[in-house]
């Protein structure tokens, strides 16, 4: 694979041609980048791939480039103060550009991965995660437009834990929204789980719209918080 620059950053040149689209990495540790940037030429070849080492770099080739996918720390230089910042910056860049932060389990604080699950981040990454995580995860990602792994999961139960759950709804799900729920849950996208609920992509958007309303929820997020304080998926997503 051969490689050259734009703007200072490293472009990695992709054997298809022209690509699929652009993957940008952005971490101030190059080796980080680097070793990200070789799993992801293996397993998604068609795709240029870009690191970048600042907040104004990365910036600048969102905009420029309009990326498929963006990984990058929230800590990355030059990033606004709270977590979430360099999210609503990228976002109002592309406002619906997937973007998976990279975190570190230990440093990070707890409060800052839910402020980047509640604004909306397609998926939280370890920076210490396995080759097999970090397909997982961009796979996904490319695909559904989020990922929420088993550790993000967890985080988002341990947020629940000890709120009353209530002894009945007050409008019960139906049958078939319970299924499209759980199928929601576990990552599946609208075209998806009208294939294995033999139905229309138009009946399941339905179906999604109608839990949101129920539920008092206006996102996905909102919707998977939902289906653990029910215990919808937990024993299946979390065991």
């Known amino acids: ?11 990695l040149s992709c054997a ?3 690509p699929v689209g652009v993957i940008l990495v952005a971490d101030a540790v190059p080796l980080l980048r680097q070793g990200l940037v070789q799993v992801l ?5 068609g795709y240029c791939l870009l690191q970048a080492g ?25 990033a606004p103060p709270r977590a979430e910042g360099l999210l609503t910056a990228l976002r109002e860049i592309k406002p619906d550009l997937p973007v998976v932060a990279l975190t570190d389990p230990v440093a990070t604080p707890e409060p800052d991965l839910l402020r980047l699950l509640r ?18 995860m961009v796979s996904s990602v ?10 993000t999961l967890r985080l988002l139960q341990s947020q629940l834990a ?4 209530p002894a009945r709804l007050r409008t019960e799900l139906s049958n078939r929204q319970l299924e499209v729920l759980q199928l929601i849950a576990e990552e599946y996208c609208n075209e998806e789980i009208a294939g294995l609920l033999s139905t229309s992509v138009r009946t399941v958007e339905y179906h999604r719209s109608q839990m949101l309303q129920k539920t008092g929820t206006r996102t996905t997020l909102g919707l998977v918080l939902y289906a653990l304080r029910q215990g919808v998926f937990v024993d299946k997503a979390l065991s």
């Open 1 to 11: 694979m051969s490689s050259s620059t734009f703007n200072g950053a490293t472009l």
């Open 16 to 18: 298809a041609l022209p």
């Open 41 to 45: 030429a293996q397993a998604h070849a």
């Open 54 to 78: 600042t907040t104004a770099e990365l910036l600048l080739l969102t905009q420029q480039l309009s990326p498929a996918l963006v990984l990058t720390a929230a800590d990355l230089p030059g």
């Open 119 to 136: 604004h909306n981040v397609s998926g939280l990454l370890a920076r210490s995660a396995s080759i097999s995580e970090v397909s997982e």
């Open 142 to 151: 490319l695909q559904r437009g989020r990922f929420y792994n088993e550790a």
């Open 162 to 165: 000890g709120r009353p759950r």
